[in-house]
């Protein structure tokens, strides 16, 4: 889906108060099949603001008392607008499925044409930390300034935190005269080689296309490096701050050995290369990971690799370097995750939806994680929450990794024997059976 823009997003605003408002209005609902359009506030404009504050744009600051709310539901929240009197409108929250084709039609807006050889996002991206709208709200909502996890962390795991942001002036830099002549099959050979030497442990290649950069950025590049590291699995047994620990040490190795691959690209091989990791990322994870062939996409909302599952996180590369992609990887978790229970029945929010509850992408199911939800106790607690993940048993259940499988097990009698999922009766039944 292309052409999805802060103009689209504000003519289906307007489509929606147009519906919904008369003079009088407080509360209004209006719903359709499974699209639910919800608008409150005390005073309902008749338009919206000329101004629009996308997740990019929105303040870090959270003494923002919104007065107005639009959200859509279809069926999970996938769009939510917030504004106040005098102050822009804001996009907290923007999930994406085929609901967006539907607007993007109502809106009438042409799809956007890159200058020169850039290519444009068009793809929403969540914002880290605070910079992430819908979890600024959140923490305004539960009258908190800061990040509880934020200060619970040890100055070991802070550290890794920071090595991202240490590396952000190294994601660019001057590339070679000297421009590689090998062909295409064997730049991707030679990346791969090297990634393997970094220490990545997937590696996926794809075509860069505009759905998978954050929407308004442009980069100069034909193609995207997927870099994955495997998280160690072993730490659920050593409780949350461990899996915390090895979730930022993951995204560390990310940014080094994306910083390292650029360059090597650039000085090495001549060609232009930028680093993308948590110290600076235009790239959308999910949908080029799952073109590179990194893995399917699973109900918890995670990418999951038949060896990895989807203990992992990314980091990424896009370059000019001539190179050859990939496609995407099926092995059968689509169908699986709608007869397991695992994570829906795990997640302390009831943040996962229900198997039959998903949306369809370009032929991919998608079940859209309530983040409103998730956040309390993702974020919220002064414990790192990756359960869904943890509870996942394509750690094991592909590859046929023993010690996996006898980690996956104690973990879940551990989770079993600490009361978890006790009122969720589906949790015990479903780990008896993997
Ligand atoms: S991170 Fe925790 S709260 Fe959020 S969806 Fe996963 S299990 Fe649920
Ligand atoms: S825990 Fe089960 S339902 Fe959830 S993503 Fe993994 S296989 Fe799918």
Redesign the pocket.
Known sequence: MSGVTPDTVRRAAELALALLSPASASDKTFEAGDTCIRLQGPDIPATVPMDLATPDDVATSVDFQAQYTLTIDAPRRVLELTWSAGEALRILCFSRGDWEQELAILSDVPAISPPGDAITGTSWMRMQGTRDALLNRVLTDNDLSEVPLSNMRTPETHALTQRPRELAPERDGPVSSEASQKSAADHVQLIRAKATALGVTKTGIIDLRPEFIQIGKQLDHKWVIGLVNAEPYANVLGGAAAVEWGAHDAYRQCAESATSLARYIREELGYSALAHHNGGCEVQALPALYHAGIGELGR?GSLINPDIGAFWRPGFVTTNLPLEGGAPLEFGVQDYCLKCRL?ET????D??SPAADFIVTGGIKRWL?DNEK?FP??RLKEEY????VDVCPYIHKENGDAQAKRIFKEYLGLRKAAGAGAAKSGVAAASANQ
């Open positions: 918890h994570c795990a997640c302390p929010g943040a996962i994680i998730c106790y993702s929450c990756h359960i869904c």
